[in-house]
């Protein structure tokens, strides 16, 4: 099933039965997808960026030209991640505030028949949340990638809402890199590389002129449609029916964002949910954008460390 030439880039068999031939890499089909492109530029776009800041991040070689994503885009990139942890945050903690009986019915199939098991937080949420950032990271770079290297580096083409909906994303993270905010920041978490240290001036906005805060919030509010309404269930206090546990205590030092940290984590949610639940009209999976992303995931394997040239490709 694989392309001419393609076996000349095989790892060991060992490695090639467990990253490439498992059902669900075959059923991504990422050979035919990736045919001729560039696997090692692929592989480093689904990269989280480094902790290193002001520097470009060097993706490989393509026509003989270095390809680059600018460090303005990995710092965007950064902020990006600290707003998913938000959101992540932001669901467990809701989650967990949720009563026992409410999270059965959540985990019920059918309507009359209540299954007295919970809804929980999945045991690899680490590494979901991991698999999130670097979709992320990936769907950002590419989108910053010309039209035509979207297509003819990753064979990606992003849907017009989704994109709409990127540059909110990035219009609210322009906004928080202009006020120097910073949401308990630790330069290192989501990131991957150096420990190089961070200073305010990273956030500093080469434009001199000055927004009306007036028109940010419209801006938010009718191109984000963020409307936020903060509900207070009082001080309740939901007991797992099984263990006794007191689920206020879960959590308990999660403090709900405020001001544009709390649109940018909504506007994540959003655009994540516009990933997640996007259907072809016309039926084909492959259009989608995270079906698109499992195959990223077969040559992030084996090709994760790509070669000096960049140019290895299937």
């Known amino acids: 099933m694989w392309p001419p030439g393609f076996s000349e880039h095989q790892l060991d068999d060992y490695d090639v039965e467990q990253n490439e031939t498992t059902p669900w890499l075959q059923h991504t089909g990422w050979p035919r997808l990736f045919h001729n492109r560039p696997l090692g530029i692929i592989a480093a776009t689904a990269k989280k960026p480094k902790s290193a800041w002001n520097e470009d991040y060097l993706l490989g070689q393509w026509h003989d030209m270095a390809l680059r994503s600018p460090a303005p885009v990995e710092a965007q990139l950064r902020v990006i991640l600290r707003g998913v942890d938000l959101m992540i945050d932001r669901a467990t903690f809701t989650l967990a505030k949720t009563s026992y009986r409410s999270r059965c019915w959540l985990n019920t199939y059918w309507k009359d028949d209540f299954w007295p098991h919970e809804f929980k937080v999945v045991k690899c949420l680490e590494r979901y949340v991991d698999v999130w950032k670097r979709f992320i990271c990936y769907v950002f ?25 990127m540059r909110h994303v990035l219009y609210l993270v ?28 990273d956030y500093e906005d080469d ?10 919030e419209k801006h938010i509010n009718e191109c984000g449609r963020v409307e936020t309404e903060v509900h207070s269930n009082g001080n309740d206090a939901h ?4 263990d006794g546990r007191d689920e206020s205590s879960i959590n308990s030092t999660f403090c709900l964002p405020s001001g544009l940290w709390l649109h940018l984590s909504d506007a994540i949610f959003q655009l994540s949910m516009m990933f997640w639940t996007y259907q072809e009209p016309t039926g084909d999976m492959s259009a989608s954008t995270i079906i698109h992303f499992t195959a990223v995931l077969g040559p992030s394997a084996p090709f994760q460390k790509p070669k000096p040239n960049g140019r290895e490709t299937c």
């Open 239 to 242: 007991y797992d029916m099984n």
């Open 141 to 165: 770079r590419v989108q910053h990638f010309q039209t035509h290297q979207q297509q003819d580096i990753c064979n990606l083409r992003l849907g017009s809402d989704q994109t709409i909906m």
């Open 174 to 201: 322009t906004l928080l890199q202009r006020e120097g905010t910073y949401y308990d920041w630790n330069p290192d978490e989501g990131c991957d590389g150096d420990d190089d240290e961070r200073g305010d001036s």
């Open 207 to 216: 434009d001199d002129d000055e927004d009306d805060p007036r028109t940010d």
